[in-house]
Structure formats: C-alpha cells, structure tokens
C-alpha cells in the first residue's frame, strides 16, 4: 500500500498494491466510464428496482446520475479544499459522515463516508478519519443496496479494504495527519 497526496495536507488516498491509480482516481474513472457503468447497472437491474431508487430505476437513467453526481463531487472536493484552507465552512468535516455498523464505537481510524449530491445518493466515498479535516480515502463505488452488506459491487471489498488499511496504519505507525505528510 501507499498513501498519495490528493488535496494536501487533508485528502489523502490509498493506492493498493499492484493498482496503477490511488482509489479517489480509480473511481472517478470508473464512474465517468459510461460503458463499464451500464454494464455494471444492467447485471444489477433488479438492486435498482428497490423503492428507495423509483426515479432512476432503469440503468441509462442510474448511469446519467452516475455521472453528474461524479463530476458534482469532484467538484465539491475542490470547493471543500478551498474553503478548509480559509477556515470556512462546509470544510471537509462537515461533508465526511461517520460509518456506523460495526465501527460506531471506534474513535481511533474512524471510518467515515461521504456522499454524492444526488437525491437519492448512488455514489459513495469511504475514508479513514486521521484528523480534523484530514482524511485516507479507501474506497467507494456505485451503492445500490440500503447497506454496504447488501449492495453489488460495495459488499466484496468496501469493509475489507477499510480493515485492511486500518491494520496498515497500526502496523506502519501512522496514527494521524502530521503522519500521512511524512509518508
């Protein structure tokens, strides 16, 4: 594993071992791949029957909200960094959401999540908290169930990954922002 830069000194991500991009970069490219996207939206057609997605139940729809919700949350992350460097608000803290299920309680290496600015959300960028306005991205994707256990394509690795990297820290002694500078 290694740890890249993205919106230095606050976001950070994770680059896996043998991946050529960090995750923030992987799903962006991901989400903005319209082909990947419908194939990934038709093979899970019946996720996007449930009720809480009515307006976008057909892929092609789910697929253009995909997309501007991609490019919405790009966006955001760059007004999120301009604003944490002046000390406005929203800053990153604000937009980062904790994980609860089976990390509600934990306060070293809080697992947080943020959201994509559609209504509902279908996109989802999970992230280790090392400190105020500072953050080690995980890992995302498209989120078509009500949790991360039953949703296509978050289920096999989101909670993984997360425990994974949460091990990786401890075992590298990185235990807070001033610590992801130095890497």
Request: proline share 3%.
């Amino acid at each position: 594993m290694e740890i890249i830069a993205l919106f230095e000194p606050y976001i950070y991500s994770i680059r896996y071992d043998g991946q050529e991009q960090n995750e923030f970069d992987r799903l962006m490219s991901e989400w903005n791949d319209i082909s990947q996207l419908l194939t990934f939206l038709e093979n899970n057609r019946e996720s996007l029957r449930a009720h809480v997605w009515k307006e976008i139940d057909e892929p092609f729809k789910a697929a253009r909200q995909v997309l501007d919700e991609a490019a919405a949350l790009e966006e955001l992350f760059e007004r999120l960094y301009e604003h944490t460097q002046e000390g406005k608000t929203p800053d990153f803290d604000s937009h980062f959401q904790y994980l609860d299920g089976k990390y509600k309680y934990e306060i070293k290496y809080q697992p947080m999540k943020s959201y994509g600015q559609g209504t509902p959300s279908l996109l989802r960028i999970y992230a280790i908290k090392m400190d105020d306005n500072i953050y080690l991205i995980t890992g995302g994707g498209v989120k078509l169930g009500s949790s991360i256990q039953n949703s296509p394509g978050l289920k096999d690795h989101v909670l993984q990954n997360i425990d994974n990297v949460r091990a990786w820290l401890r075992q590298n002694g990185i235990i807070d922002g001033d610590d992801l500078k130095n890497e």
